[in-house]
């Protein structure tokens, strides 16, 4: 069992940045982690993975970077270059090495609450 908690959400205007955090209460060494986010009305969406291999969705390509730090159990998401866009509730997410695939929602076991990125233009 691993519990994610996120933190670093907020509101920003256009243009700026905000780093996200993500704390999972266990190891995570040998795990894939992905930072994922849900605007209104919309569906939930891959934002960024990082397995093996890191996979960025194409709207944030340049612009958001995912590092990890295994020895403190963190995800961090770094976000620069804000757009009106990118508001809405941000997960944290993982699954172990070898269960589904990085880039599927739908492989994820472990989930945090979210934190709420607000975007002003």
């Known amino acids: 069992q691993v519990q994610l908690v996120e933190s670093g959400g907020g509101l920003v205007q256009a243009g700026g940045s905000l780093r996200l955090s993500c704390a999972a209460s266990g190891r995570i060494r040998n795990y894939y982690m992905g930072w994922f986010r849900q605007a209104p009305g919309l569906e939930r969406e891959l934002v960024v993975a990082v397995g093996r291999n890191t996979v960025y969705a194409d709207s944030v390509k340049g612009r958001f970077t995912i590092s990890r730090d295994n020895a403190k159990n963190t995800v961090y998401l770094q976000m620069s270059s804000l757009k009106p866009e990118d508001t809405a509730v941000y997960y944290c997410?993982?699954?172990?090495?070898?269960?589904?695939?990085?880039?599927?929602?739908?492989?994820?076991?472990?989930w945090g609450q979210g934190t709420q990125v607000s975007v002003s233009t």
């Open positions: 997410a993982t699954s172990p090495l070898g269960v589904g695939q990085p880039r599927a929602i739908r492989s994820y076991i472990y």
